[in-house]
Every structure is written in C-alpha cells, then in structure tokens.
C-alpha cells in the first residue's frame, strides 16, 4: 500500500513537473518581440510630373508620395522654354554695314540691314542725292501714295518717310515693284490709280535697296506718311 502511495505521489509530482515546465515554453513563446514589416522594401519612387513641374517622389507606408520639387517648367514635362525671353539684341555692325540683330535660341543673330555704309560702323559719310519722282499715284483700296522713279542698278537707294501728322497709326512699311508707265505724268500731280499693280508689291527691307536691273520702279508707303526717294553717294 505505501508502495502504490510512493508510486501515485511520483507520477503525480513528474506530471506537475512537466505542465509547469511546459507553461513557461509557451509563455516565452508568446512574449517574444515581433518585427514589423518595411512596407518600402523593393520600393523605388519615380519622378513624376506635376503640370509642367518636375517633382521627387519618396516612399512613405508603401506608397510614393511627393516629397521636392526638381524643376520648375521642365521639358521633361512638356514645358516649352522660351531661351529668349530675357535675351535683348541690339544692332551690331558687320563691316561698314549696320545690322539689326534678333534672338534664335538663346543666340543674337543677324537680322536684316538698317543701313548700309553706316556712318556708326566707320563708312565714310556719303550724300542723299534725292530722285525727281516721274509720277504720282493715289491707291485707294490699299491706302497708299505711291511715286514712280527710273532708277539704274548701280545706285543703292534709300526711301525717307515722315508722318502727315502728329500720329500716325500705320507701320511705315516701304512697298516697291517694277512698273511701266505707258504715260507721262507731272511730279506735281497726284492720280488715281486702279489697278493691280499693287499685288505685286514686295516690302523693303529696312529703307535701303539695290535693285538688280535698272529699270522704272513703283515706291510707295502708306497715304499717312509723305516718302522721299534717293540714292547715296560721295560728296
């Protein structure tokens, strides 16, 4: 009898033993720490355009959010860059010619001629020799005076304009064309014209021109402006 006692106390104490041993496993188990997961592992942010700015993205919690802005107005972004918005030219000379100078790209490039054998370029000063106009015209439908001139290929010749009046609110543009006058008109008198001749009329560039062939030509401006024509010379 002492005996099953001894045994039953044994099983019982090596059981006891076991659960208590057991619990503690499991207690440690469950207290030990767990580290969360970087949701931005993998993660590579993209720039990204925001409008026409391009923006630096960084991962936050598994997203890309924005985080600097690179650059403002970037091509990247279809933003079209103007390289000559603070670019001013001024004319330059080219030799003994003054030119007007515009902005391409960034760059001051020549433009047209604002006059030849410029004084401002070293040329030596030359003389107006101002031209007794043939004939002169009144053209309605366009609004311009217009004189007719024989002028010969070797004469580099220069329209003078002057405003009618105090104001005068049309471009001071220079037309000229070749023309054949069948009759002989005076200086003095104005006569209206109602042709066509005037879609032939090509702008001068500038107000100075060398023609290619001598020849009678047509110069006119706008009915606001009185014009002179001449050519340059050595006094």
Do not use: H
Request: proline share 4%; aromatic share 12%.
């Amino acid at each position: 009898m002492d005996n099953r006692k001894a045994l039953l106390l044994g099983v019982f104490f090596l059981i006891s033993i076991l659960i208590l041993f057991s619990g503690c496993n499991i207690s440690k188990e469950e207290s030990s720490p767990i580290s969360p997961k970087d949701l931005c592992d993998n993660i590579e942010c993209p720039n990204v355009c925001k409008g026409e700015d391009l923006w630096n993205q960084k991962c936050l919690d598994g997203n890309c959010v924005d985080f600097v802005r690179i650059e403002s107005c970037s091509e990247k972004c279809g933003c079209i860059v103007d390289l000559c918005q603070r670019v001013k030219c001024s004319d330059q000379c080219r030799n003994e010619d003054l030119w007007t100078y515009k902005c391409v790209d960034g760059l001051c490039t020549p433009d047209i001629i604002k006059e030849k054998c410029s004084v401002q370029c070293g040329c030596a000063p030359k003389f107006f020799y101002k031209l007794i106009p043939q004939a002169r015209y009144r053209l309605r439908e366009v609004g311009i005076i217009a004189n007719v001139y024989s002028i010969r290929s070797d004469q580099v010749i220069r329209a003078v304009v002057t405003c009618r009046t105090s104001l005068c609110t049309d471009p001071p543009t220079v037309y000229y064309t070749e023309f054949d006058d069948p009759f002989e008109r005076s200086e003095d008198e104005t006569v209206e014209y109602f042709g066509t001749i005037w879609k032939n009329f090509e702008p001068m560039k500038g107000y100075e021109l060398k023609f290619d062939k001598s020849g009678t030509y047509m110069i006119g401006v706008s009915d606001q402006y009185y014009i002179e024509v001449g050519f340059l010379g050595d006094k």
